[in-house]
């Protein structure tokens, strides 16, 4: 096998997503817009989209990476509308996407549209999430848009799957689509649940991050697969399992979590990467055999299904935000009543992504028998694409400018650091009365310099919150807490040059060095969250 091509895609996507960085473009957006030029560049190989190797390989880290770092009680807190856009939304985005296409295109049938409107009806969980962590999004807003995320690919895959039945001749029922969602959707759920548990046990027992962090690699996969047996929702089973093992985080050994935060940041860096740059390196692909569809008829089909994809989205957003408020009494006096400006960046976030072109590519050639071809296939491919590149193009260059003209409220930073402030204090208080008890049992007794270390740490702590609060050097520009964690560093620094010189001189070995480095390695890291 020729690795070269997985390489170049990697170190290039990479390289790209590292430039977005340090420009005012999404990375997700110049990821593919570099795919669309290099797809092209002569000497690039041909980058197929295999739905076998996305599904099952590359969209399971994903979400157990966004799910890990979302919170369950926000989610649960807004569990309304997540479930009426990650179900009631894709199920109508199905059924109006499909009748629409229906309208427009001829000869498309109802069942190869209704395949069509399934696939692009998720909103993209890489998508959502790096557009709101890049502009800055409120926090209901991204909670709502993230949890629509994590759940919306089980919906739609599940459409998909009876749509595909029908479209190929297997025959479908209403009465048989409704149990296959039902057992994707409790079955899943159910696998989540089983896995959860005994999972979190192994992690909290394993006593050897290397192994802990080698189980977390294996979490997503395990759990996919386990549900994909019984026909169920594999999203949905990683998404139980991740929200429960994030949840429980706090549990398991410091240096795991170390070591996990920074394996599951690269994995998913190189991942989301990836993906955005292999979107636009379809486009040979999708044009392909257009045949009757190509040119003008082509562009206006595309133009126009995207148009009723965005318009969709928010005929569905509107009505699911304000109809439980006006049917509900509960909900008037529970929630706070919203304004029409978070709905509508909720309905204008709906970015399409991989997912929805991995689905595509997982359309049979041809139909139930083998010999007639499936209508229209190359059709619904290169609509996928236009789709997912035009809401990735359109809505995601949009976003940041219409939520500034929105003037939407983002997150309140002084009121963060002082809730974080006075959990800090609750916990160092809690902290001094643990060690005040210790210290007065005579088998913990300490010197008084060691005793007052630890103190110092707990003061420290206590108080390098309050610190961020302070007012900035008049001659540096630096705020007390970037003075300190620049100090820190030229201190560990000097130490560092001390032990490497001291190894040149084979005063100390390497093995030595290893173990003083990565000592100072972690106070480095301590000092930085501290001044954070």
Do not use: C
């Amino acid at each position: 096998m020729d690795v070269m091509p997985l390489l170049l895609l990697v170190a290039g996507s990479a390289a790209v997503a590292a430039a977005a960085r340090r420009t005012p473009v999404p990375a997700p957006l110049l990821l593919v817009a570099a795919g669309l030029v290099f797809s092209y560049v002569p000497g690039v190989p041909e980058y197929t989209l295999d739905p076998d190797v996305v599904l099952p390989l590359v969209l399971p880290p994903l979400l157990h990476s966004a799910a890990t770092d979302s919170s369950y009680l926000d989610l649960r807190a807004q569990l309304r509308p997540v479930a009426l856009l990650s179900v009631g939304y894709v199920l109508f985005a199905t059924f109006a996407v499909g009748w629409a296409a229906y309208e427009i295109v001829p000869d498309l049938s109802l069942t190869g549209a209704l395949v069509l409107g399934a696939v692009i009806a998720p909103p993209d969980a890489v998508a959502a999430t790096a557009v709101a962590r890049r502009v800055g999004l409120p926090s209901r807003i991204t909670t709502i848009l993230q949890g629509e995320s994590l759940v919306n690919d089980a919906t739609a895959i599940t459409a998909y799957r009876v749509a595909l039945a029908a479209a190929v001749g297997e025959g479908a029922s209403w009465a048989g689509g409704i149990g296959e969602f039902l057992l994707a959707a409790v079955g899943g759920v159910a696998v989540g649940l089983v896995l959860m548990v005994p999972i979190h046990w192994l992690r909290t027992h394993l006593k050897e991050p290397l192994l802990q962090n080698t189980l977390s690699l294996l979490i997503p996969f395990v759990a996919y697969a386990a549900a994909e047996q019984f026909h169920a929702s594999g999203v949905l089973a990683v998404v139980v399992v991740a929200l429960f093992l994030g949840h429980r985080a706090w549990e398991v050994d410091f240096a795991t979590r170390l070591q996990e935060d920074a394996v599951w940041k690269m994995v998913a860096f190189v991942l989301e990467s990836s993906v955005f740059a292999l979107i636009g390196l379809q486009l040979p692909v999708v044009l392909k055999d257009l045949g009757e569809y190509e040119g003008v008829r082509a562009v206006w089909y595309a133009v126009a299904v995207f148009l009723v994809v965005v318009v969709s989205r928010f005929v569905w957003v509107y009505p699911a935000t304000f109809l439980p408020r006006l049917l509900s009494a509960r909900i008037r006096e529970r929630e706070d009543n919203p304004t029409w400006k978070g709905p509508f960046v909720i309905a204008w976030a709906g970015m399409r992504g991989v997912v929805s072109l991995a689905i595509a590519f997982s359309i049979p050639e041809t139909l139930h028998g083998g010999e007639e071809p499936f209508p229209g296939r190359n059709l619904i491919l290169f609509l996928t694409f236009t789709t997912v590149i035009g809401t990735l193009v359109v809505q995601g260059v949009t976003l940041p400018p219409l939520i500034r003209v929105l003037k939407l409220p983002g997150r309140d930073a002084q009121a963060e650091t002082l809730a974080e402030a006075n959990a800090q204090a609750q916990a160092s208080r809690a902290a001094e009365r643990r060690l005040d008890e210790l210290l007065s049992d005579e088998r913990n007794s300490l010197p008084e310099p060691l005793a007052d270390r630890l103190r110092s740490v707990l003061e420290r702590r206590r108080n390098a919150v309050w610190e961020r609060l302070g007012q900035v050097n008049p001659i540096t520009g630096e705020t007390v807490d970037d003075t300190y964690r620049r100090l820190s560093r030229e201190m560990i620094g000097a130490e560092r040059a001390v032990f490497v010189k001291l190894r040149d001189g084979r005063y100390i070995d390497d093995e030595m060095l290893r173990t003083l480095l990565r000592r100072l390695d972690l106070e480095e890291a301590a000092a930085y969250r501290e001044a954070a």
